[in-house]
């Protein structure tokens, strides 16, 4: 399909929708980016963006300005509370810069990602504009348009996260579901990060080297820690902490309010499909997920490269999207099962199973699995990189 010809709204100006903006404004499409936050400042603390976020990211030429920001991470581990390697995910061998992570500040992604946006000519950028309605034909509606005023596109992307109002308005069969975990998240000066995710008898404690600075993460298991967050008691938190897994303790030491503090309950998105008439979802709208692979918005910037490829091979936009579908549903499905599977494992506070599960079963999940980056990262990350690149005829999809 001639992607220039075409007229897309993008909804919501996060991680998935600008990277979706620019890999279809580098194509040639007159794209509409609207947000409904005037002034967005990314929350969120850090992100660990993995080889097929950054194969995305790299075809659009913004990766050597996140590695500036940023700090590789080549041997990420999950580790017991006694410090013991319980799982070393495997990382494909490349030597190209796609063989690790990248740890990187939200604010810094979002303001690379923005920046490109807004920069790029072919984009117009609406801060402030909040969409309400959307319909199967490529209608979107904001919420201070008068009466009936419709704008029509020939293609709207709804990348407006886990409370999407597009995918409200679509028949795409959503279920969304609350876990009753809650994370924290926040960023520290700290700088002596592990680099490893613990799984204590707590919950999970993460922490991840930044540049002056880490990223920490933790889910909240036991008691205290619960009754720590709701009464909004940071020393509390800490002193649970300490007392679980000492290394969080001081790595918490840098927090200077409760304030600071990022809490999320992990919500899980099902669809039964991912499109409807010539309006695609994309991103935690789609299929927001649980943490423990940190595949959701990885898994958002594949739909984006994914979504521009189908566009290319096909010959309209509702079959372009019916293939975006088939393509994407399945792969992100799989992640988002694993993901909830390695959450159950890892927040187990029994002594017995969890005995049973450091000394039997992750020695053998580690042994045996197969390599399974490619599940996880869902397209090879060769095809990634040709989707994601500029001015490509792509019939990687084939
Ligand atoms: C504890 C935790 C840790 C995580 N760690 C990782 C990790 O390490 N790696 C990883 O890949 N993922 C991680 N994730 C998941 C990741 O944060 C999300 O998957 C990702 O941010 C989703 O991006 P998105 O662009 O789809 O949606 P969002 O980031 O939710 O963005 C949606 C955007 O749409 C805007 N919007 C909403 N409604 C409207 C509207 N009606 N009109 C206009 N604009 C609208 C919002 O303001 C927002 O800017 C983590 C999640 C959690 C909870």
Known sequence: MEIPRLNVAV???????????????????????????????????????????????????????????????????IVGDVGRTLLAPLLPRRGDGLDQLLVIRRSDLHRVLLEAATEHERIALHLGVEITDATADASIRARHDVDDTWRSFDLVVGADGVRSSVREHLDVGARVRGSGITYVRTLTTVTEAEGVEAWTRAGIFGSLPLPNGAYLYASSGSPALRAALAARDLDALRRAWEAAYPPAGRLLGGVARFEDLLLNEVVRVDCERFVDGRVALLGDAAHAMAPNLGQGANSALVDAAVLLGALRDADDVASALVSYDA?????????????????????????????????????ALSRFAPDPSLRTYQEPLDALLDMSAPGQSSDVLR
Do not use: K, Y
């Open 327 to 363: 393509r994407r549903r399945p792969a992100v499905r799989w992640v988002q099962n694993q993901s909830d599977r390695l959450g159950r494992i890892s927040e187990r506070s029994d002594a017995a199973w969890r005995t049973l599960r450091d000394r039997l079963l992750m020695p």
């Open 11 to 77: 909804v919501g100006a996060a991680i998935g929708g600008a990277s979706v903006a620019l890999l279809l404004a580098r194509a040639g499409a007159s794209v509409a980016l609207f947000e409904r936050v005037a002034h967005p400042r990314a929350i969120g603390a850090g992100i660990a963006l993995a080889p097929n976020g950054l194969a995305v990211l790299r075809g659009l030429d913004l990766e050597p300005a996140l590695r500036d920001r940023g700090r590789p991470l080549s041997s990420p581990r």
